[in-house]
């Protein structure tokens, strides 16, 4: 009997397998690959149409008055300084100050992705230590969460490039130069989501489950350690991608303030000053590869924490 009913049960596993990698297939990797090539598809016709201008006036100057229309939209995908440069010329840009040039010259993208990445980490490791040290005076502290959290709010409604400048030119003042400023601008827009998200994660535990470690006279210390911050971790993360995620934008604004150092922002600076648009793409497009690569971390530091400590789902 166990024999006929293992050969009934193997051929069934078969079509459950396929089943599952075609669930797989067609549930991710398709509707995301269809949205990348809408995206491509829409990026060359819109270059075509803000380098036509530009290409007629290339046409006028060398004497073509019939050029077909392949060659038009191939001009308009090929100019050296172009208004929106096509993705193959972004990808070249790309191959050419990656992979041909060597790592630790000015002249690499990978040199100044490293330059923008270390104070982005410093920046996002200050950040989280301050967002998560507010949020446990906000929420320990009822007189602190009235008077503190407005002014928290109220800290974000700056608008960053009008404070970058500002907080680069006063350190330099007191002599901190260097890593530190652009960590500080990355910091400051990283403790922000930090410390509202842990708050709220702190304060997620039901009050049955307060008044029962009540009833067994918990403290303090053993309440936030058995209960409280096990309960804000999934609060925890999804702040932390945020906050990794602004202090590589505050990064980048602290770069373009102050370039002698590089940096993916000094990139953008340096090519805006040239008309590099080619370059400026480039930059742009290593800098959100920088930003996905972080929230990446995050993630994969989320699911083994979550699945060491029981909270995965």
Known sequence: MRTEALKLSRPAARPRRSGTIARALFGRAVPVLTVVLAILALWYAAA???????????????GIADAGWRDFVAGTWAQSHPR???????????????????????RSLVYHAGVTLEATAL?????GLVGFALSLFV???????????????????????????????ILNQISVTGLWPKAAIAAYLSFFPVAVGMAKGLRS????????????????PQVLRFLRLPASLPFLFASAKVGAAASLVG???????????????ARLLAGSYYGQTV????????????????????????AVVLRRTGAAR
């Open 48 to 62: 075509v149409g803000m380098n036509a201008d530009a290409q007629r006036q290339a046409d006028a100057d060398a």
């Open 84 to 106: 929106l440069p096509a993705p193959h010329q972004i990808a070249a840009e790309i191959g050419r100050t990656v992979f041909a040039v060597a790592p630790t010259s000015k």
């Open 123 to 127: 920046g996002f490791a200050l950040g």
């Open 139 to 169: 929420v320990h502290v009822p007189s602190l969460d009235r008077g503190l959290m407005p002014w928290i709010v109220a800290s974000q409604t700056v608008p960053i490039v009008a404070l970058a400048p500002m907080i680069v030119v």
């Open 205 to 220: 535990p039901e009050p049955l489950h307060l008044d029962l470690l009540r009833t067994y006279s918990a403290s303090r």
């Open 251 to 265: 990064t980048v604004v602290a770069e373009v303030t102050k370039s002698e150092d590089g940096g993916l922002g």
């Open 279 to 302: 370059q400026i793409w480039a930059a742009l497009a290593v800098a959100s590869v920088c930003g996905a690569a972080l929230v990446g971390i995050v993630s994969a530091v989320e």
